[in-house]
């Protein structure tokens, strides 16, 4: 049996089972990042001493006949924007390149606190801007159905360590897409929670008022016991919801009968790709055979959502990476001849083409003169889009659409033309600027074999309703069962 090819659920029974051990377990995955990670390069970091460390502590856990909990003994991988205590975490930036943070984010401090093993961190787009993870300082990461081909991003590495079984799942972050559009590039579930559903604390900050951490998992059952583990109130971050959490493991009850699927009419637009478009379809039939109800809605103000986006995050990027000075944090430049000098090498030298390009972008929206042109404008068009999902939720329960405009694209191809790169987020960045939850899962491949991804799309704090659709029509049907060739 090939243990890295296992979803969680089938691990923990192997484990309760004790028909492999989490040491085992954890040899394998190891062994296969070493055969396969030189090619799709998913990893920045690797911490397999600790890992197999706290492998041990399982087993012994487990000797004892101590009941564990349901991650203890699986093995993940953290985008490298998430600040694991004592291992390098490094956005992909040449600036915070050798930052090796004192303390765990609570995502991390909870998944800890089941045992779950860290195997390492995932490449990424530099500060998570961007939609390949080509922004990465590092290395590019392939995709694992095609190793010319990006794994979307800005979690590229996250979706792309899950895809090739280089990890049981993993956890990535979401500003406008970036758990979603890799999830559906790299054929696996990606799930960005409501705003406020995860806590943020240790998640180096993009956009502060979009950015949430989700799972990428090999199928749903797994995505509702990662998002479990995670979600929840954080006194640590005033924007945590303090709301009960529900059981997730028991929405999943296979009966959809009776849901309304919202399909908004302004998504299926010119510019989608046919292959894309019908695989979109034809998921929302099988959702009809099921017993969802298609329910006509709109969403108007789609057309202005990536202008929207794109004065709101980078304004917020703009305030939030004023803090890489070369004083407190990451790189300095050498021999700088004074103080301002030093500060403007050490950026100069230390950011990357987007990260500067979005600086300038976010300081000049919030610059006196242009705030009521731009930053105000954006935040009124924010809550007309936030609006139009309030209308769109009074006749459905979930709305469906394609989770990206195409199947994934070449390295180089949008690298030149930064607006092509920003449109392939077009489905799901007003999911950001509302709020609200999304889910991608696989509903087929095209002609050449590269993935395609479904968007489900919920009311805020009603994971449970997307996490149970998205599990009935994986039930129906098998995308999840195709490999990838690596
Ligand atoms: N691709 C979008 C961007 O470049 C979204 C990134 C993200 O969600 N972190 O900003």
Redesign the pocket.
Known sequence: MDLTRLTIHEIQQLLARREVSATELVRSVLDRIGRVDGQVKAYTTLTEETALEQAETVDRLRATGTPLPPLAGIPLAIKDVICTQGVRTTCASKILEPYVPPYDATVIRRLKAQEAILLGKTNM?EF????STENSAFFQTRNPWALDYVPG???GGSAAAVAADLCAASLG???????R?PASFCGIAGLKPTYGRVSRYGLVA?ASS??QIGPFTKDIRDCATMLQAIAGHDPHDSTSADLPVPDYGAALTGDVRGVRIGIPDDYFVEGMDPEVESAVWTAIRTLEELGGKQEKVSLPHTPYAIAT?YLV?TAEASSNLARYDGVRYGYRTSKPADLLEMYQRSRREGFGPEVKRRIMLGTYALSAGYYDAYYLKAQKVRTLIRRDFERAFETCEVIVTPTSPTPPFKFGEKMDDPLQ??L??IF??SV?LAGLPGISIPCGFTKAGLPIGLQLIGKPFDEATILKVAHAYEQATDWRRRTPPV
Not at 128 to 131: D, E, F, K, V
Not at 173 to 179: A, H, L, N, V
């Open positions: 787009d998570a801007m961007g939609s991003g800005s979690s972050t979401d500003t406008g897409g970036s758990i559009q993009f979009l950015d986006y995050a790169m920003y392939s987020d799901t960045i950001n």
